[in-house]
């Protein structure tokens, strides 16, 4: 009889395209998350969770890229035929809530949401399928008023969470300035939805694909590095010089800007009321205080989504990071959004204006890490080391204290046999402290409490007689164990 053949065992590395994260990772996105919410609680934005499963019918196709409903997201049939989804972003499941429960919200309703979303696509270098976003949404307002605002909470934002002025820029379009510069090209009208959805996308590429790039997918199609074929919008050589011509309207002032661009839609009603928008907002703005150099008119701005309907903004950082080979370049986009008046019409039946916008929070904070103005250095706990294992009930007893205080702290729980691997524990922990009582210290009513951060630094450049003082160690009554450590992590800078 044949042996069972053994199950392989399953492999330790998590999918392609998602990772894991730990402690001063999760405390640094924590921290970062949680001044963005200060940030939009201050404009008067409130927290609203939903569920990370919607329908796809709810989800709607709305991803760049892709031409199924169901492609481009983690998406699976139940058994009652119906078909969810992980969500893909924290609009489209905003839209499901508010139709769902305007007559119970203020109007307009201004919500902020965090949490991760995920994408079914293809993964690469800084691109993952799981990632953390970070959105505020207005409901209800029609009035530009609206996306001024949300390009202000954008920036405010920024510099909250370290970025400062100089270091980015917030640039703002209007698709109702596409739409029209699409109509003088000839490219309106809905027997022209596919050639507009593959321009609107070449133009989102420019930063990365640059002109030439652009130019080829509006035209017959692109190759790329790896020799794989992208189809191309079709469109003749007047049509593309149009399109590019609007990719290349920003001038030295915003009002230069808008002048260009009144140029470009002549013709067309829908693009001068884009143009005239953006001059609104750009007035707006000003007398709040955010001029061009945190804010700017820049018409290559257009999302790739594609439920935006009029204002679209994207904030760039402009300092620059190296590459995988070590190239120097922009480190760019890290939020974006805009108005979106025609997604909760798909649940109600009505046009309800919205406007919003998304953080990235993982590219932020990547962003900041590679400045070096992101401490990923986590302080650890107190490490109450154990010298006598029966007596486990005392040394609880210390840390329970320390705890109460508001200490951060923990009893050594694995082998106490060997003390030094207690001490490789706690500087494996980047603890501060740790607290050493053996039976000579409980008999005499003592601790032994020692500075690790210190106790580091003398080890590096100390001599050999200073070592012997010990001075980062320091015993003091039992009733004075929690005022010393107090002490010594306020020294630290750590209390």
Request: with cysteine.
């Amino acid at each position: 009889m044949a042996k069972d053949k053994k199950q392989p065992r399953p492999k330790a590395q998590t999918p392609k395209g998602f990772q894991d994260y730990f402690g001063a990772q999760v405390e640094a996105r924590t921290e970062m998350l949680r001044k963005i919410a200060g940030v939009y609680h201050r404009y008067g934005f409130d927290a609203l969770e939903t569920s990370a499963v919607e329908t796809v019918e709810a989800l709607g196709k709305f991803l760049p890229d892709v031409d199924r409903p169901n492609e481009g997201v983690f998406a699976w049939l139940e058994e009652d035929k119906d078909w969810l989804a992980l969500r893909y972003d924290l609009t489209a499941p905003l839209a499901r809530a508010y139709a769902q429960h305007r007559n119970d919200l203020p109007n307009p309703y201004r919500r902020y949401a965090m949490g991760p979303v995920w994408r079914n696509e293809k993964p690469g270098p800084g691109r993952f399928r799981q990632f953390y976003q970070c959105d505020a949404d207005t409901v209800g307002a029609s009035s530009v008023a609206a996306d001024a605002e949300i390009c202000a909470m954008l920036s405010d934002t920024l510099e909250v969470v370290g970025i400062p002025r100089g270091d980015y820029v917030v640039r703002v379009n209007n698709r109702k300035v596409l739409n029209g510069v699409m109509e003088v090209a000839g490219l309106s009208g809905d027997d022209k939805e596919a050639e507009r959805g593959i321009v609107l996308r070449a133009i989102d590429k420019l930063d990365r694909l640059g002109e030439d790039g652009v130019r080829a997918l509006i035209g017959e199609g692109r190759k790329d590095a790896s020799g794989d074929f992208t189809k191309g919008a079709g469109l003749g050589a007047e049509q593309a010089e149009i399109v590019m011509g609007f990719m290349s309207a920003k001038r030295a002032t915003g009002a230069e800007t808008v002048a260009r661009l009144h140029e470009l839609v002549r013709g067309s009603q829908v693009g001068a009321d884009g143009v005239n928008e953006l001059e609104t907002i750009a007035t707006l703005l000003d007398a709040g205080g955010y001029n061009a150099d945190r804010i700017e008119i820049d018409p290559a701005v257009v999302r790739g989504l594609g439920y935006y309907t009029g204002p679209v903004f994207e904030a760039e950082l402009t300092f620059e990071v190296l590459d995988d080979k070590g190239r120097p370049r922009n480190f760019g986009s890290v939020a974006g959004g805009g108005r979106y008046d025609d997604l909760v019409k798909r649940f109600t039946g009505q046009e309800v204006p919205a406007t919003g916008v998304s953080i990235g929070v993982d590219r932020l904070l990547a962003a900041l890490e590679a400045k070096g103005r992101l401490d990923t250095t986590a302080v650890g706990p107190v490490v109450v080391t154990v010298m006598d294992r029966d007596q486990m009930a005392y040394y609880q007893g210390l840390v329970a204290e320390l705890r109460n205080a508001g200490i951060r702290a923990e009893v050594y729980l694995g082998n106490p046999k060997n003390f030094g691997n207690q001490l490789k524990y706690a500087d494996k922990r980047n603890s501060p402290v740790a607290v050493i009582v053996g039976g000579d210290e409980m008999a005499a009513g003592v601790v032994q409490i020692k500075d690790l951060i210190l106790g580091a630094k003398i080890a590096e450049n100390a001599t050999l007689e200073e070592w012997k003082d010990r001075p980062s160690q320091y015993e003091v009554p039992r009733g004075e164990l929690v005022a010393k450590v107090r002490e010594i992590l306020d020294g630290q800078g750590n209390g």
